[in-house]
């Protein structure tokens, strides 16, 4: 069995989710070093961030973990001087 050659459209789709993720990490980090959250509900955030992540591209919740836990991690620790 070969591989399918992705079409334009679905390299374009994953780019586009890509960048959605990107953004969203973003803009997490953002919120949860300039906001007043309490620490559980900065843990919440990254929670739900992961989940939609997941939905995004099913079946990478290790590339998740690898790639953006730990930015979320040091924008946690950093914010709340957890050490």
């Known amino acids: 069995m070969t591989m399918k050659e992705a079409t334009?459209?679905?390299?374009?789709e994953e780019q586009k989710r890509i960048n959605r993720l990107r953004f969203l990490v973003d803009f997490t980090i953002n919120v949860i070093l300039q906001g007043n959250l309490p620490l559980e509900r900065a843990q919440r955030l990254v929670e739900g961030l992961k989940s939609h992540a997941i939905t995004l591209f099913?079946?990478?919740?290790d590339t998740f973990e690898l790639i953006y836990r730990p930015r979320?991690?040091?924008a946690i620790m950093e914010k709340y001087k957890l050490h």
Request: hydrophobic share 25%; no cysteine.
């Open 72 to 74: 979320l991690n040091r």
């Open 8 to 12: 334009k459209e679905e390299i374009l």
């Open 58 to 61: 099913p079946g990478k919740e």
